[in-house]
């Protein structure tokens, strides 16, 4: 028997082995990815849950593989935090989404924002705010059209820090949302300290409207509790009519998901595609 379990450990060991092997080359394909511009910001539209009018986008990036196709984040992501190279794809989005604004205001089109996703590495790195005026004075932009969305969990890290951080950000003028609420465990103390913009309701929270009793009432209380804090909300992984309708009823300002559009590259972007169908 302890010979047995002996063996087990080993195959179990080197099974690790091989996925921190697996791991590193990953990080290292990405870092090529990233200089060899392979990877490319989609932008998914963020709707007006009234009217159904796109207010803005958020820029989700993708990795465009010369063998393998298009690869989500989730597949990567990952790879990326743990080598540290999620800093550099954060930064290069930024500047992406700040480039794309400028050119969609160019061309004549009207939008709110586009929200990038900020890593908790990147965000409590020291400099983000630095950075960030860098990006958008390069690309002629109001700060306000830049919206940094920061998962609840990577500020709840470290509260007094973030606090710290998201006061430089507001002061230069960006928009800050908190990416998957309802998922962390914030005080509701701490989250009106915050002083953010927006709350994002977590697609987990949104896929079993309307039928879903516990669903219901977390989303009902989030919107509830995001008014009273004089904040927005916006609710993604939006997928079909009903949900927009219960969501619409709660009084949920924005609706983000697959029923009013996929991610895409900005050529492919349908403007004038008003309702969900
Ligand atoms: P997230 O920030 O919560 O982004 C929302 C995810 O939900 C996106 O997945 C989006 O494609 C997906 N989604 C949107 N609508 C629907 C829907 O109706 N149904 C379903 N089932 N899914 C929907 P995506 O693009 O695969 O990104 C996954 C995660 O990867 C993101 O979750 C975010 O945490 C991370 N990520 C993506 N791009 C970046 C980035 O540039 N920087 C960082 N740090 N993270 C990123
Ligand atoms: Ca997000
Ligand atoms: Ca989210
Ligand atoms: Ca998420």
Redesign the pocket.
């Known amino acids: 028997a302890k010979g047995s379990g002996r063996s087990t450990y080993a195959f179990y060991s080197q099974d690790l082995t091989n996925q921190a092997r697996q791991r590193v080359e990953l990080g290292t394909a990405l870092r090529q990815a990233l200089e060899q511009r392979q990877l490319v ?2 932008y ?1 539209p963020v709707h007006c849950l009234r009217d159904g009018r796109i207010i803005g986008f ?5 990795w465009d593989h010369p063998d393998h196709g298009l690869i ?3 597949a990567f ?1 990952p790879a ?2 743990e080598s540290g190279l ?1 800093s550099s ?2 930064r ?2 930024l500047q992406q989404a700040c480039r794309q604004i400028r050119g969609w205001l160019d061309s004549g089109r009207s939008l709110d924002f586009v929200a ?4 908790s ?2 965000f409590t790195r020291g400099e983000l705010d630095l950075h960030v005026s860098q990006v958008l004075a390069e690309s002629r932009l109001e700060p306000g059209y830049l919206m940094l ?1 920061i ?1 609840e969990s990577a500020v709840m890290e470290d509260a007094d820090a973030a606090m710290i951080i998201l006061d430089r950000l507001r002061e230069l003028g960006v928009r800050l949302a908190i ?2 609420f309802g998922t962390g465990y914030s005080s509701l103390a701490r989250l009106k300290r915050m002083r953010v913009h927006k709350l ?1 309701i ?2 987990g929270f ?2 079993g409207l309307p039928h879903d009793p516990e669903n219901a009432a977390i989303t009902r209380s989030v919107i509830g509790l995001a008014h009273n804090l004089g904040l927005s909300v916006v609710a ?4 079909t009519a009903e949900q927009a309708a219960f969501l619409l009823e709660e009084g949920c300002d924005l609706g ?5 559009g ?2 895409c590259a900005p050529e492919r972007i349908e403007w004038d595609l008003e309702r969900m169908h």
């Open positions: 910001a989609y998914q958020e820029a989700l990036v993708r989500s984040p989730a992501i990326a935090e999620i794809i954060d290069w989005m990038v996703n900020i890593s590495r990147l969305e998962t990416d998957d994002k977590d697609q949104v896929r993604e992984g939006v997928e983000q998901g697959f029923g009013f996929r991610p």
